[in-house]
Nanobody, 123 residues
């Protein structure tokens, strides 16, 4: 069982930066691939970024490539999403998720979810 708690969301102007954190509980955090997804009002949840269990492999959606970076700290049981050059279209609720396998791009592949944190980017 893994419990996830996101933090770090907020209101930022376009071009600004935010760093989201996802703290995981459970002794087996290191065995899970971690992902970030987001859902804007009226839209379906979409994949943002993912990192494998060791942190050696990452993948990002084309819409955030070059602006967002995902990383994990095993000692702190935490995964991060560094978001730079934010755009108004990045506005969404951001969710952290865990899966007991390799990298996944679909939310259906993930087993555990956090409650989400709101990110709002003003123009």
């Amino acid at each position: 069982q893994v419990q996830l708690v996101e933090s770090g969301g907020g209101l930022v102007q376009a071009g600004g930066s935010l760093r989201l954190s996802c703290a995981a509980s459970g002794r087996t955090f290191s065995r899970y691939a971690m992902g970030w997804f987001r859902q804007a009002p009226g839209k379906e949840r979409e994949f943002v970024s993912a990192v494998n269990w060791s942190g050696s492999r990452t993948i990002h959606a084309d819409s955030v490539k070059g602006r967002f970076t995902i990383s994990r700290d095993g000692a702190k049981n935490t995964v991060y999403l560094q978001m730079n050059s934010l755009k108004p279209e990045d506005t969404a609720v951001y969710y952290c998720a865990a899966r007991a396998d390799g990298l996944g791009l679909s939310d259906a592949q993930y087993d555990y979810w956090g409650q989400g944190t709101q990110v709002t980017v003003s123009s």
